[in-house]
Each structure stands twice: as C-alpha cells, then as structure tokens.
C-alpha cells in the first residue's frame, strides 16, 4: 500500500480501500499478473496474456470531449469524434465509482517523451497488473531521483471491466476510450487491448508538441556511426519496425518520436511489434525478445504442457503483438534520442505494383505525400475480388492526430526546408504487376537502395522523372538488378501499367481534395497527373 497514491487518487475526488501497488518494477510485476490468473510464462521466458474480443484498437469507440478548449483547435470528423462535456461528467463518475470498488489497483508514473524539455508526465492507473507491466514497459521509466516529487499532467485511468453504457455515457458501445484534455484524464474501459494506452499518450503528444514548435511523428528512426539520423514514415505492413532494426545502424525508436529544433527523440522506451508469423531469419533481433523475460505477448498461442510458443498460429488473433524494452534490440541509444535527421523515409506497400521501389522527393513532394499517408491493402478473401485496395491514412497515422493536417504537413515542411533533409518515397510492395500477379519487392534491394539512400551514395545516381508521379528515380544503383527501377518494365503489358498507374494516380488526386485549400500552390503543384 502506498500512502502517496491514494492521496494522489483522493485529490482526483476517488476514495478508495484497495491495495495500492507503485511503481513496480518488470519482475514484482510478472509475479502479480501470474498470481492474479492474468497470464502465463512462456518456457522461454515471456509473460504471455490473452486480450479477449478486442485484439486491436477500437477506434469507433474513441472520444475527445468537445469543449471549449477543443472546439476550434481539433479536426473533428470521423476520426475525433465528439463527446459531450455532460456526457463525460457522468462516465467519469460512473468510472470512479467503479476504482472506488477495486481492491487491487497498480500505479505507475512515467514520462511520454525522452527529451526533458518536451515530455509529459503521465499517471497511469490499472485494474491489471499486465496492463501496468505493458505502459511501464512503453513508456520512459523514470529514474529514482525523477520520481522523487513527481507530478503528473495527464492521468490514464484504464479498467477493461468497466462497461459503458451508450444511453448514459454518449457513447457506441461498452467499450470506450475518452480523451478530456480540459480535466487531463484519459478514462479506457471496456477493452483490455494494452495499445489503448500507448496510442493514448500519442495522441496528447501530437496534440501538446506542435505549440511548442515539435513534429510529432508516428515513425521509427535510427541513426549511423557519424550520427546520421534517418526517420522512417509508414504504415502497418510497410516495413517500419523491420528497416529501422538494422544491426548497422543504432535504433532511436520504433513507432514515435519529435522533431525538436535539437534532436529526434523517441516518445517511448520500449516497442510493440507484430508477432505474427515472425521469421527468426528475416528479423532476428525482433525475434530474440519472445526469448526473453520481460517481454510481454498478447494473444500469441502457447502449448499449454511445454509452454513453447507457436507464432504463426493466428487462432486468437492476427495482429498478435509483443511489447518489450527498447534495449532488448541490441544498438540501442541510450538516451532514446539522435541529432535532427539528414534523411526522411516514406514507406508504402504498393499493391498495385505502380510505383518505383525508391524515389527522391523535392520538399513540396514529401509535403503532399505525407499529407497522403499511401498505402495499399492487397485483395480480400471475398469470392472474385481481385482489385488492391488503396489506403490513405493521412500523416501516417490518422486516428492519432487531432489537429487538422496541415499543421502537421506545414511543421514538415518547415524542418525539411531548415535541416536541408533529402527525402525519399521508398516501395516496399509489388513489382512485375499489382497483386496476385507480380510479386513482393526482394527485402535485399529494399535494404541496398535504402543504404545508398542513408550513405549519401544514391544522390550521385543518375535520375528520371516518373511520368506519372513526377519525382525523381534512379537509372541505376549498384547491386541492384536495374530492371526493377522502371515498374513499367517489369509489367509483361505496358498498356495494362499505364491504365493502373492512371487509376492511383486519380486516387491520389481525389483524397488530396479534402487538404487543397489548405496548402501552398507549389504543394498543389507536386501532384501526379498521369501520363
């Protein structure tokens, strides 16, 4: 029991008798979650737990209360949804209520963000003590002496049992994640998927930074030996987690970071990758952390005698995940931060099989291009659909950023044009046709045109202009087979490229619509026009 937490929970109006446990550390913490029934140890170490019905975001069920702070400052749509203030009163009387009823309750006080003068201080409140485990594990652990009069800013209160009630609480289902950046309290009930939390502060970071002149990014990052730091744009599937854990380069971060006038820094200390199907091969440093204790697996399938995991059963869940402390990858930074980068990457998994496997971008280019978020899902299962599905997630990570886009794509725009950043607009998709019919571009030329790129040794290349996309692409790189350069030329009927390559780029140009107004013409100007 800790005195301090339950004056910290009575200053937030919550009376409470339960046994309050603070700042535990990895080991207390998996001792708690096994006594509790929460989850099982695997053979090779891992605490491994089970997540329920939601296996993933529920982004339907997250809310921002409308307010007078929020009214004009987020982009409300169908990504920030609105609750009303009266709405929240009773939700979080109803959810402090329901702590008041806990006998258990597991506090940890953390930091969102690594560069002192732009992080968060967060308090963190759980019902389960995996859940603590997991936001300890992702967020920055503070040391001794930090945590000695620590105040926290922004409160999460996160209870998977408690269950909203639409009529009561405004809200869609019993599930609920509700944002109130007036109060400072992030109140999570209804789902026990552990990301709820991690993306939650994300969000406040993206909201808080860009007044203090940050880019908030949803990115990975590493830097060289001569401090070269590259970030890496890209959605889930893209490669981000895989081409940033490169042995011969030092990792920043995995998933977010800020852009400050002096660094790039990682707002976590651990990562969260997709487990499913994880090839210990193509990436052995993701891999060796489902060796170690520590790292927590949700929704991985454990033989219940041996406790060996499989990870290409899927039976639970596909977006199986695994969190784990940064430094469980070898060539970490140890301080979670690098200098500002030299180079931008902008990962797309094309399944149409249209675009170059890299190209260079001018400024305004990696401005539109960021504000469009590309990528593309291949054919679903259904009878006779065929057709690749394009995906555009604007900033490379919409459902995490309540301002408008254009505050981050002018924020973009900025650093590049003050840094002198070279960008590159890298495929990690199709080539020889769209999906179903070419095939997935070779990891090893991915990774040679990408280590040119971060060299220096690419901008000597000689380059064309796409004709549909109208950035530049390379003729040819060494140790790369030049044929894949010209996606045209890989398709077996050109006319057949030239009608798909018309269809994106027809796609691009209508998402762009909902940003035209609010860009400068030489942004509207970078867009494709097919040829």
């Given amino acids: 029991m800790t005195d301090s937490s339950h004056a910290a929970l009575r200053a937030m109006g919550i009376e409470t008798n339960a046994d309050i446990d603070s700042n535990l550390q990895r080991a207390a913490l998996v001792e708690q979650a096994i006594r509790n029934g929460e989850g099982h140890l695997a053979a090779s170490g891992p605490l491994v737990v089970a997540t329920g019905q939601h296996t993933g975001r529920s982004a339907n069920d997250k809310f921002m209360v409308r307010d007078a702070e929020t009214e004009d400052t987020v982009w409300w749509g169908k990504t920030n949804k609105a609750m009303s203030p009266e709405h929240f009163a009773i939700l ?17 006080e953390l930091f969102g963000g690594s560069q002192p003068e732009h992080r968060v201080n967060v308090r963190v409140i759980n019902e389960l003590a995996w859940h603590n485990l997991f936001i300890r594990t992702m967020l920055v652990r503070p040391t001794v002496q930090e945590l000695d009069g620590f105040e926290a800013e922004y409160t999460i209160i996160d209870l998977p049992s408690f269950q909203a009630d639409p009529e009561r609480h405004g809200t869609n289902g019993p599930a609920v994640i509700a944002v109130n950046l007036t109060e400072k309290l992030i109140l999570i009930g209804g789902t026990a998927y552990a ?37 890496f744009f890209g959605l889930s599937g893209t490669g981000k987690t895989t081409l940033s854990a490169d042995a011969s380069r030092t990792l920043i971060g995995d998933d977010e970071h800020g852009w400050s006038d002096t660094a790039v820094f990682n707002f976590e200390g651990g990562c969260y990758a997709k487990m499913i199907r994880l090839d210990p091969e193509a990436e052995p440093e993701i891999y060796a952390t489902t060796q170690r204790f520590g790292t927590v697996l949700e929704n991985v399938v454990m033989d219940a005698e041996t406790r060996t995991l499989n990870l290409d059963d899927n039976s639970l869940a596909e977006n199986t995940r695994g969190a784990y402390p940064i430094d469980f990858i070898p060539n970490t930074s140890e301080k979670n931060m690098g200098p500002v980068p030299k180079n931008i990457i902008m990962l797309t998994a094309d399944a149409f099989g249209v675009l170059p496997p890299i190209s260079r971008l001018t400024p305004e280019q990696a401005m539109y291009h960021f504000l469009s978020g590309y990528t593309a899902k291949v054919a679903g299962t259904e009878i006779g659909v065929t057709e690749p599905e394009a995906t555009f997630s604007t900033c490379f990570g919409a459902p995490f950023m309540p301002r408008h886009p254009s505050v981050y794509g002018n924020l973009l725009k900025e650093r590049i044009a003050k840094g002198g950043v070279t960008c590159w607009l890298v495929n990690t998709g199709w080539t020889g ?99």
């Fill in 433 to 531: 046709g769209k999906y179903g019919v070419g095939h997935r571009m070779p990891i090893k030329a991915t990774r040679a045109l990408l280590n040119a790129a971060l060299d220096g040794s690419l901008n000597d290349a000689e380059f064309r202009i796409d004709e549909n996309f109208g950035f530049e692409v390379p003729v040819a790189v060494p140790g790369v087979d030049s044929a894949i350069l010209d996606p045209r030329s890989t398709w077996s009927d050109g006319a057949e490229y030239d009608a798909t390559a018309h269809k994106l780029v027809q796609l691009f140009v209508d998402n762009f619509a909902q940003f035209a107004e609010h860009v400068d013409e030489n942004v509207r100007e970078a867009a494709p026009s097919a040829a």
């Fill in 195 to 231: 990301g709820e939390m991690k993306k939650s502060v994300f969000g406040l970071l993206n909201y808080l930074l860009p007044l203090e002149g940050v880019m908030p990014m949803h990115c990975s990052a590493n830097m060289g030996k001569n401090g070269d730091t590259a970030v």
């Fill in 92 to 108: 979080k009387e109803d959810f402090f209520k329901a702590v008041g009823q806990k006998d258990q309750l597991y506090v940890q």
